[in-house]
Every structure is written in C-alpha cells, then in structure tokens.
C-alpha cells in the first residue's frame, strides 16, 4: 500500500516538465530624487536648503519614505508573478510588504522570489498599504507601530508616504523645530457618496504601473533588476509650503496622492 | 470544551462519536470535561462575532497576561494610571460615575466620557467618533493620547521587554522569544473581547424564560420598540451607526466628522449600546446627564433643530419622540433589565495575577 503511495508521488514528479516549475528572482532596485538630485538627507533643524519646488521655494528632507505592496509583474508572453501578501503578528510571517526608507540602504532594494522563469516587461505595485494590511488587526514587522511602523492612532491606518522636512517658507512650528514641513499621506478607504451623503474618507492608496525600457528574462541563472527611479518634486507639485506645511489626514492627503504615480518611472533595467 | 464536544458530535454525525470517545478517553482521566472559563462563546441569540479571532485566538494564557498588562499602571508616562483606572468592572468598564471625563497622567481631564467595554467582538469601529477600525488598535489611542496615559506605543513595548516577568509570560502566551507591539495589542484584545455582556433579565427573557421580565418593565420594552429601537437595536442596543441627537447646546466637538472630513457628520457620534446603562452614568459623549429620566426628557423636550440633528429625534421643528411621564417609567424599568450582575462581578476579570 505505502509502496504504491510512493510510486504515485514519483511518477507524478518524473512526468511534469522540469522547465514550467523553473523559479527565478528579481531585484527591483528604488532610487529616491528630488528633481535631477539625488535625495540626501538633513538632520532635524537644519537650514542647509538644497532642493526647491516648482513655486521656487527652497526645502530640505530630515525623513522620507513609502511602503509598497502586491506588487505584480507581467510578461509579453502571459508570464504572470503576483506577490505573496500576509499580514501577520509574526513578523517572520510576513509576505509582500516592503517599506522604502531613505538613509537605509538595505531597504531600496525589493528582492522578488519564486518568480517563474520566463520574460517580463511591467511592473505594477500599490504604493500605501491597502485594508488587508489594517483589517487583519495587530501586525509585526514593518507595520508594527512599536518597532517604528508609520500607523496613525486616530484614524487606523498606515501612512502610505512620508515626507519631512523644512523649508524657510514654512511658517509652522513643531515643539522646538521651526519652519516645519511634514506631509503624512495615508487613507484607505472610500465611502462612496450615496443620495445626499458626500464620500467619506478617502482611499489614498496608488496603483502605479510601469513598463521595463527592456524585457529581462528570469531563470535559475538569470537574476535581472530594474531600477526605479522616484521623484519628490513631482509629489509636491505646485504646492505652497507657507500654508501646505502640515498633512495628516485622508483628505488633505488627496490632492499629493494623485500626483504619486506619476512620480515614479523605471529609469533603466539590467539584466 | 463541553459545547466543543457538542457541535462536533453534531457536525460530524453519529459515525465520529466511536473515536471521539476514545480520543476524549486517552486525553483525560477525568471523566468530568472541564469547562474553558477562557474561550469566547458567542451568545446563541448574538450576531456573528467580527474580530478577527482567526489572527488571535483566545486562551488563557493570553488572557491572564491581557489582564495583567490592563491592570499595570507603569504602562502610562509616568505610572500614575492604567487601562482600569477609567475602565472600571463595577461600571461595566466605563469610568465611575464622579469622573464625567476621565483624568489621564497628571489629573489631565479629557473631553469625552469614558465608554463602557463590553461586546467589543461584535463591533466594526471604536471611541465616539469611530476612527479606530479594528479592537486590537484601540489600546494604542488611549496610550498615546495626552490626556489618557501619555506615552508613546514603542515606549510602551520597551518597558514591557524590559520587565522582569513579562517577556517569560508572552513567550508561554504566544511562544514569541521577543515581545513586539502586535503581541502586547494580542493579549488585550483577548481581555477585552471575553468582556461579553449577555446574561442580563432581558437576555433570559428573550432565550425564553417569560417569568423574567414584569408585566411593568414587558410594557416598557414594548415602548422601547416603539420609540428608541431603530437606533438601540436588539441584542447588541445599538445600530453601530453615528448620529447627532443634540445633547451639544453648541457644537464645540465634532465627533463623527474628525475622522470621514465630511461637515455632513458634524456632531455625531456612536449609537452607545444601552446594556448595563443602569451602571454607567453620566450619559452621551459629555456627559451631561446624570439620570435616565433626564436623558428621556432631552428627547422629548430638550431636542432642538441643529445643523446635522438626526431625524429620527427632531423633525417638523419639534422632537420626535413623545412620552408621557408614566410611559418614561416604564421604559425605566425596562433599561435597568439591561444589567448583567454576573459580568458586573465575574471574577475572572478581578486584577489578580494568577
């Protein structure tokens, strides 16, 4: 009986095409700009302004970042990766969750398992964290609001992208720091509006898709990785930091949220 | 473990019963089954259960400690208070009745009664204004919140990882080698979510014992479907919903409208469930009344026309709701019916740290 047991399972492995199980992984690398610079941070406080906006105001960035998930790439051919997703106390447990975070290096790069081998030329990616990364309740790891995870308290949710900095056309003060500017873009959710009631909340999250310049092809042996490059510039827009200097909610986040997408491009691919 | 036993003696037919026997035979000596003080038991006659009990299942283990860190008051900045100094048993975890807002770290006031928790499982959203959208993210406001316990969450995982008992007490709770914040927000959430409210005279009259209720408070609960149900619905006496009832003479709290930024929800705030309302007073969000008959006289005379006024209380330039004195008694009898003595003192929720 066992012995047929075993012979079932072997067969059936000899008989399936080794090249279809082939698995492969992808390096997507990010690069965080503002304009044509590269991003550098600033210490807090500091007056060292490097950047400026459309609007000509001069800023600096003391902190900046953004989380990702489902991320998903597509080939020419069909060829389909969709990202594990688990929300978990553990934070071993944790899967398709990543959080870009300037200044640690060790967080620019999203490594991609159990890709199937084959030929890919898109990417796409949720930039926020969506309601299955909230709803499931306490989680570990990188969305542990204990170990640094960018929650709000008030409004349960994550804070999809996080900018700080200042800039002397700021005129907003935090405790002992001056000329403040801090844009905090979270939401998750719409409720849609419904007879006379306006929408509530509202879903900052961003779906970006971009295309490869090239297709890479992945295999056992070929691990290839594109390079995404992020703009802040494009995010800020034309706003005016000497009222547009504080955002910490669903909708002040809006207007910022819509520029996200098209803020990122891939800048080139190697493979 | 006996209903355990039960639902899989019926699921499973007959045919399972041989080895359920032998299994139950091998695993105990006894031949009494114990009962779990420690497992959540959804009322027969309660809707489904929405916390996510399948990210944090309820044990003993994980309640003791969820007891223990809800009693602690080294977990506030400067130790001065805990989860129990405003949630307290013998109100039904609301603040006693001399605390209209509760005083957090440094006799801090704050500006919203503290509520009542009980029947945390079956609710969507939590504080007045609803923007915390899952139980277990609760203890993180009323942490970091100035007025409450000041301290922030990280601080709060720090000083319970470097407590001489605690970390021994997860790792036997969660078998975690660290603690870490989802952890600590786990054995809360199984404290809380055992605070089940559904042995009261009411609950025994509705599972179908007549005797239960008075001919006086059945009159009033037949009035009280009549006039305050559709907001204070059966079983949970609420609709989970947010409405204005006007007990703000002017809108100085925006309630509902903090969280969904829609002037449309000015005002508002959560249906309060009105189990154990006998032992919670003062009543609304700012605690303006003191008795139940004060609150029926707001809904009868004291409503007002107001921007965003719910129009089940005011309509046509008056108040909805009419009673007559005798009528409001009646109702009376019927809320305190409400009471459920046996989670008011059962002792399991006592701070003890055995």
């Known amino acids: ?271 | 473990m006996i209903t355990l036993y039960k639902t899989r003696v019926r699921l499973f037919g007959p045919a399972l019963l041989f080895i359920m026997v032998l299994i139950y035979g091998c695993e105990s000596g006894s031949e009494q089954p114990r009962i779990d003080l420690y497992q959540f038991e959804k009322p027969a006659h309660f809707p489904e259960p929405t916390y996510t009990f399948r990210n944090n299942q309820v044990n003993e283990k994980g309640f003791k400690l969820g007891r223990r860190l809800f009693n602690d008051p080294s977990l506030s900045r400067d130790g001065s208070i805990s989860c129990s100094s405003c949630h307290v048993q013998s109100s039904a975890f609301a603040d006693i009745s001399l605390h209209p807002f509760s005083f957090g770290v440094e006799d801090r006031e704050g500006k919203r009664n503290a509520p009542p928790l009980f029947n945390l499982a079956f609710h969507k959203e939590f504080f007045w204004d609803g923007g915390v959208t899952h139980l277990d993210f609760t203890p993180i406001l009323a942490f970091e919140n100035e007025v409450e316990m000041d301290i922030e969450f990280p601080e709060v995982v720090a000083r319970i990882q470097r407590h001489p008992e605690y970390p021994r007490l997860f790792k036997e709770a969660f078998d975690v080698d660290e603690v870490t914040g989802p952890f600590v927000l786990h054995a809360l959430s199984q404290f809380m979510l055992m605070m089940v409210s559904a042995d009261s005279k009411y609950d025994r009259y509705v599972q179908g014992d007549k005797e239960a209720l008075t001919s006086l408070e059945l009159e009033g609960l037949k009035l009280f479907r009549q006039h305050c149900e559709s907001c204070h619905q059966e079983p949970l006496f609420t609709d989970l919903s947010y409405r204005n009832n006007g007990v703000q003479r002017n809108i100085t709290d925006l309630g509902r409208e903090t969280v969904t930024e829609v002037p449309q929800d000015r005002a508002k705030f959560k249906v309060p469930s009105l189990r154990n309302i006998e032992v919670t007073s003062p009543y609304m969000h700012n605690a303006r009344f003191e008795t139940l008959r004060q609150v029926l006289d707001h809904y009868t005379d004291g409503v007002t026309e107001q921007v965003t006024i719910d129009p089940k209380v005011f309509a046509d330039g008056k108040p909805v709701i009419a009673l007559t004195s005798d009528e409001k008694e009646k109702i009376i009898a019927f809320l305190k019916t409400l009471t459920d003595p046996g989670f008011l003192s059962n002792p399991i929720f006592f701070n003890t740290n055995d």
């Open chain 1, 1 to 271: 009986m066992l012995l047929l047991f075993v012979a079932v399972l072997f067969s059936c492995q000899e008989s399936e095409n080794p090249t279809i199980n082939e698995k492969g992984e992808m390096i997507v690398k990010f690069d965080n700009y503002v304009g044509n610079q590269t991003m550098v941070l600033d210490e807090l406080g500091s007056t060292n302004y490097r950047y400026t906006t459309a609007k000509g105001q001069s800023f600096n960035v003391t902190r900046f970042g953004y989380y990702i998930s489902h991320v998903k790439l597509s080939g020419p051919n069909g060829e389909v990766f969709v990202d594990e997703m688990h929300a978990s106390a553990d934070e071993s447990q944790i899967k398709g969750y990543y959080r870009v975070v300037q200044g640690e290096s060790d967080t620019y790069n999203i490594h991609l398992k159990d890709v199937p081998a084959g030929q890919y030329n898109k990417i796409t990616f949720t930039l926020g964290v969506r309601e299955d990364g909230i709803q499931e309740g306490a989680v570990g790891g990188i969305l542990d609001r204990a170990a640094g995870g960018w929650f709000w308290n008030w409004n349960s949710g994550f804070i999809h992208y996080l900018f700080e900095g200042h800039s002397p056309s700021s005129p907003r003060e935090q405790g002992e720091l001056t000329n403040r500017v801090r844009y905090h873009i979270g939401g998750w959710k719409n409720i849609p509006s419904e007879n006379e009631d306006p929408q509530r909340f509202f879903d900052n999250n961003v779906e970006v898709t971009l295309d490869f310049d090239a297709t890479v092809r992945v295999s056992e042996s070929l691990r290839p990785s594109p390079h995404i490059h992020m703009d802040l510039l494009k995010v800020i827009g034309d706003a005016d930091f000497e009222t547009e200097n504080n955002i910490h909610s669903p909708a002040a986040g809006k207007a910022f949220a819509q520029r996200i997408a098209g803020a990122f491009i891939v800048d080139h691919t190697h493979q």
